[in-house]
């Protein structure tokens, strides 16, 4: 498809530039100082694969705004709803006058998740909100308190979702006292376990602590991100989350994947569960799933979700009709554009650099991921530690020249790539340029440090 703005990267001042700086200061008067961002860089348009600055600098977007906008920023299929559905009404409340968009999303929630059972959604409108109700629903059907949540896990920023994710700064540091019966139990992680250590195996070692310390039958749910993505891009060794998902339904444990990174073609497919044809019981959903509006979901078994009692689920703008007209242009963008191939063809087109590259330099301890979702682990040179400061070095450089990168993972060593799936190949290719010589900029500093 042709895109509005030039695909091209292009620099027109240092970066920040003036109107940035600016901004930057009228923010500190009024914008609180807990609200980071990765990049002082302030946007004024986005299409495809481009950001455009207030300076006019035009920059190229790795981050999709942390996994949203996978059909761009601005694709004209989503404009066109939103701005259609807008005009005609912005809100009703569905627990009000409910409306058709709604039921819409839900059929095609329903088509989309993995498994041809038998499925009701309920919509809302942030990751954390859809990972909550997850777990609200799983504690009502099961009438069991435990919540099992993995090592490097994140899912979210409220109360409970901040006692699932496993880091404490900066997401959890001084925000205590957490929502009790939440156990985290050792992820799969291959670069970091013990070498040749299973899929089964890592299960086994979760599953034996689960049975020991908390019993399977107090156990409400177990919820595990198929692609850990906050936590580092871990990818569990094949064999883990399969084996998990067989203990949970064997001890009637509520299986829930959380796929509000992974979701919505990022991974090669529709669902990263796929990937090892593990359904789970309950998916949560949000980022990609409308194009950038805010909008979350829950799809899971019916006899799970019919299970709570009428008016237990919603709030005021769960499943907005703007967002939901949103939802359903993204939805047909994708499946039109075929995004799952455009994910793969990304893979296809970094993976092989990527891999290149980290036989070449001593800083890069793993390449991993899976389609547009791939990332970059790195480490002092010569062992396995954890090198924050070159993740934070190298997506510096990157954005100095032109290029929006995001670093992760529970030690911050880790820089990842999630472009929006429609980025042409040539500009994807310059933003891979541009991280190698970063890399290699990165990896001379590396090497001296040491
Ligand atoms: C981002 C994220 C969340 C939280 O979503 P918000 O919309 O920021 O509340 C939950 N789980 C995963 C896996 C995420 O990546």
Not at 390 to 398: G, H, I, S
Request: hydrophobic content about 45%; some cysteine.
């Amino acid at each position: 498809m042709t895109q509005r703005l030039p695909q091209r990267r292009s620099l027109v001042t240092a970066l920040p530039g003036p109107r940035s700086q600016a901004l930057t200061t009228r923010r500190a008067a009024v914008v609180a100082a807990g609200v980071g961002s990765s990049v002082p860089v302030y946007a004024a348009d986005a299409d495809g694969g481009i950001i455009l600055d207030v300076d006019g600098n035009s920059l190229i977007d790795l981050g999709s705004g942390i996994a949203v906008t996978g059909v761009g920023a601005s694709h004209p299929a989503v404009a066109a709803a939103v701005a259609a559905q807008a005009a005609r009404f912005t809100h009703t409340c569905f627990m009000v006058t409910p409306y058709e968009g709604y039921i819409q999303v839900a059929e095609e929630l329903a088509a989309l998740t993995p498994g041809d059972h038998a499925k009701r959604s309920a919509l809302f409108n942030s990751g954390a909100e859809a990972v909550e109700n997850a777990i609200k629903v799983a504690r009502s059907v099961t009438g069991r308190g435990a919540v099992v949540a993995f090592d490097h896990a994140y899912h979210g920023r409220t109360n409970l979702t901040m006692a699932l994710t496993a880091k404490a700064s900066p997401y959890k540091s001084h925000f205590g006292p957490f929502t009790p019966e939440i156990y985290r139990m050792p992820m799969s992680y291959p670069y970091r376990d013990r070498p040749g250590l299973s899929g089964a195996q890592a299960a086994a070692r979760a599953v034996e602590l689960i049975e020991r310390q908390i019993g399977a039958d107090s156990v409400a749910a177990v919820i595990i991100e198929p692609i850990q993505g906050e936590g580092g891009f871990i990818v569990p060794a094949p064999g883990f989350l399969p084996a998990l998902a067989q203990w949970a339904a064997a001890h009637g444990v509520v299986f829930i994947a959380d796929e509000v990174q992974t979701g919505f073609a990022r991974t090669g497919a529709w669902f990263a569960s796929e990937h090892e044809g593990v359904v789970p019981d309950i998916v949560t959903m949000a980022k990609g799933i409308a194009g950038g509006m805010p909008l979350a979901a829950i799809t899971g078994r019916a006899e799970l979700l019919d299970a709570v009692h009428p008016g237990g689920l919603g709030g005021t703008y769960g499943g907005n009709p703007v967002a939901c007209a949103a939802a359903l242009a993204t939805i047909d963008v994708m499946r039109t554009e075929d995004l799952p191939a455009r994910a793969r063809r990304i893979e296809q087109l970094a993976l092989p650099r990527l891999r290149t590259l980290a036989k070449e330099l001593d800083i890069i301890g793993d390449v991993r991921g899976r389609g547009a979702m791939l990332a970059v682990e790195l480490v002092r040179p010569g062992g396995a530690d954890p090198a924050p400061e070159l993740a934070k070095a190298v997506a510096a450089e990157a954005l100095a020249r032109g290029v929006v990168i995001l670093t992760c993972g529970s030690y911050g060593n880790v820089i990842r790539l999630l472009p929006p799936l429609v980025i042409g190949d040539e500009l994807l290719s310059d933003g891979l340029d541009v991280l190698e010589q970063a890399l290699c900029a990165g990896n001379h500093t590396g090497v001296k440090e040491n």
